[in-house]
């Protein structure tokens, strides 16, 4: 947390603005983020609300299907618009200090994710499994792999994770299906 | 009412419901005593479950997981100075000097009754407050009710969080997430862009787990680098227990226990505001009312009675709206209102009449696991002290695995982990751009009620006006007016945001 980014590219040493230039504060924290995530939503929310004027009017009563969702994808619209004026300007500012402190700033945070996005990626990859693999096996593998990727690299880790994966896909395969008569997916194998 | 009381009573106390409600007592002991771990991911995961037991069997297990996380936060906070729970962070600042003292026991102790007291507490006040208001809520036509909703979205997009905007901005993408499927008066789809994954709605389960459960244990992943775990702030002396001074040493403080718990539950019964936030006022209030402020913060009682207290009594709170309203007080009334929504029982202010066997096995359910978790955590804290110290690398990957297999569970379908992915993206992306989550899982249960009321004001008189000309409606609607004004103003002031979720 303390390796804040003294040389910034544009050599301006200004006070309110240093902190973008550090990853580690909560992506919340940069306005330039922030920004464009409001502007990404407004984007969305506009297309949706675009596909909601498709939706069927009703005979029976005043308002259709479209009518409800429409004042919601508005009100987000709005909210969304507040929220880009309020960030602009400081957004602007952090642009200042030029695409290289920005990309470097991206590169460290994806660097200090790279844990998360690891799991997420095992997870994604898991859920996609369960159904050409099955469950029983495709659980053993996500949770062998992540207890490996998250917990220290040695023997006997190695060993209680093995068993751990084991007893977790097994163990919740016979109580889905012994105590409440859910089948999970068993795939080709078993 | 008695008899109410004495159905109550039959359907709670039957052989199968009881060892579900201990397993579930125990399962959220353990769950909120595990730090990182909230009592909503302990609740949401418990939902799967009760699908296949009968409504009354399943909701009281749930309660238990309830009333047993809302105690378990404390033994964390207590013995290593670190909240189970976001509803425990004031426990710390009392107990945990106490134990470091020397003397655990009695921290856990007091802190053991002061909840038992508390959700006691909360449960005469709910059993008291939800009935006369329900017969209320039922002479509500739609206008009102829309308004009422406005009003709950409004103050609970206010309280949580940091920013009223984001908070907003929050609520309504659940609210806009549950329109996702068929319209709920034409049965049109809406916004399923043809895949079949979305045709048949977002499943409320897999929004609730991806939310509150994926996205927080990402959460712990990011985490997992800075603190290398618990342990190194152990207390090793042997804990003696003494339940009988303990006790004692709780109602010898009568006015605080009944200030902190009262405290509780109308802060549990404010919709979005919960025991994060609870614990932190209650123990605020009882140092403000001490003769000796100053003491606070040094190991005295009065702080662990007020912390725990606080928290347990928002269990009661927040069923008051939930029972009366069918407007859940936080994201955990969210999973009961579910739960129950599950089995085709209709939550609102019509439960009372037509299903008074649900709401009275309520609260008795409430009761018995106050009184579970008592039996439980005196004969056996010292033992949930070692789940504390499961490495994180082992419960991570278990739990995404669950969570997983939960959502399978309501439908029988992968399309729906298909999405529990995405939801859990989403909830984290949410999470780390600080937007509070509590109004997006409340917006999902809370949009479809007030789409379809709505509608059917509008199809009984098109006639907008009538939003503010009958006096009901416009008071809440100039409620949720004032609120928001009041909430921007206060907010322009930045302060440090209260948890989010309980």
Not at chain 2, 462 to 474: C, G, K, N, Q
Request: hydrophobic fraction near 55%.
């Amino acid at each position: 947390m303390s390796d804040s980014h003294s040389d910034n590219a544009s050599g301006r040493s200004d006070r309110p603005e240093d902190y973008a230039l550090q990853p580690k504060a909560i992506a919340g924290d940069s306005a330039l983020l922030q920004f464009a995530f409001n502007l990404l939503m407004l984007l969305a929310f506009a297309y949706l609300f675009w596909e909601a004027m498709a939706l069927p009017e009703s005979r029976w009563e005043p308002l259709g299907a479209g009518t409800f969702p429409r004042i919601v994808l508005g009100l987000l619209m709005f909210l969304n618009v507040v929220m880009i004026i309020q960030t602009a300007r400081q957004a602007l500012s952090e642009l200042r200090y030029g695409p290289r402190a920005l990309f470097d700033v991206a590169l460290r945070t994806t660097l200090e994710f790279r844990l998360v996005f690891s799991v997420l990626g095992a997870f994604a990859l898991f859920l996609l499994l369960i159904r050409p693999l099955g469950f029983l096996i495709a659980a053993f593998l996500f949770a062998f792999g992540v207890q490996l990727l998250l917990g220290p690299r040695t023997w006997r880790n190695l060993v209680i994770s093995a068993i751990i994966a084991l007893v977790l896909s097994v163990g919740l395969q016979v109580l889905f299906a012994q105590v409440l008569h859910v089948f999970l997916p068993r795939g080709p194998f078993s | 009412m008695l008899d109410g009381f004495a159905v109550g009573f039959l359907e709670i106390l039957q052989l199968a419901t009881l060892v579900t409600m201990f397993v579930g007592v125990v399962a959220g002991i353990v769950a909120s005593a595990i730090p990182g771990f909230t009592i909503t991911m302990a609740i949401v995961l418990t939902l799967p479950l009760t699908f296949y037991m009968p409504p009354v069997q399943g909701i009281a297990t749930m309660l238990g997981v309830y009333v047993g996380g809302l105690t378990g936060g404390m033994i964390s906070a207590a013995l290593l100075g670190i909240p189970g729970t976001p509803s425990a962070v004031a426990t710390t600042f009392d107990a945990y000097p106490m134990a470091r003292k020397g003397d655990p026991g009695r921290a856990l102790g007091i802190g053991i009754f002061a909840s038992f007291f508390g959700t006691l507490i909360s449960i005469i006040v709910l059993v008291l407050a939800a009935p006369p208001l329900a017969i209320v809520a039922i002479g509500l036509g739609p206008w009102e009710y829309f308004s009422l909703i406005v009003f709950a979205m409004t103050v609970i997009a206010s309280l949580v969080g940091r920013s009223v905007v984001r908070g907003l901005i929050a609520g309504l993408i659940g609210i806009f997430l549950a329109t996702i499927g068929s319209d709920p008066m034409m049965n049109s789809p809406r916004f399923t862009f043809d895949l079949a994954m979305l045709s048949t709605g977002l499943p409320f389960l897999a929004v609730l787990i991806g939310v509150y459960a994926v996205s927080q244990l990402l959460g712990e992943v990011e985490e997992m680098r800075s603190d290398s775990g618990t342990g190194e702030a152990l207390i090793e002396e042997r804990i003696v227990f003494r339940p009988l001074p303990y006790l004692m040493d709780t109602i010898r403080r009568p006015v605080n226990l009944i200030r902190s718990s009262l405290v509780g539950v109308f802060i549990g019964a404010v919709p979005g505001a919960g025991s994060s936030i609870a614990n932190l006022v209650a123990y605020d209030q009882a140092r403000r009312a001490s003769t000796d402020p100053d003491s606070f913060g040094t190991g005295v009682p009065e702080g662990v009675v007020a912390s725990e207290s606080g928290n347990s009594s928002t269990a009661g709170g927040g069923l008051i709206p939930m029972i009366a309203l069918g407007i859940p007080g936080s994201a955990v009334d969210a999973v009961l209102m579910a739960s129950l929504m599950v089995h085709g029982i209709a939550v609102g202010p019509r439960l009372m009449v037509d299903n008074p066997e649900i709401v009275y096995s309520i609260f008795v359910g409430l009761f018995i696991g106050a009184l579970l978790m008592l039996l439980i955590t005196l004969s056996s804290m010292r033992y949930f002290l070692m789940v504390t110290k499961i490495p994180k690398h082992i419960i991570i990957p278990a739990v995404l695995v669950f969570c997983a297999v939960g959502v399978f569970a309501l439908n029988n379908r992968v399309a729906d982990i298909h999405l529990l992915f995405f939801v859990g993206v989403l909830g984290y992306v949410m999470k780390k751009m600080d937007y509070p989550l509590a109004p997006l899982v409340l917006g999902v249960i809370l949009g479809p009620i007030a789409e379809t009321n709505l509608r059917r004001a509008l199809s009984i008189s098109e006639d907008l006006t009538l939003f503010i000309t009958r006096p009901v409606s416009a008071a809440f609607l100039a409620l949720a007016v004032i609120s928001l004004v009041v909430f921007l103003r206060h907010r322009m002031r930045p302060r440090a945001g209260v948890g989010a979720d309980s």
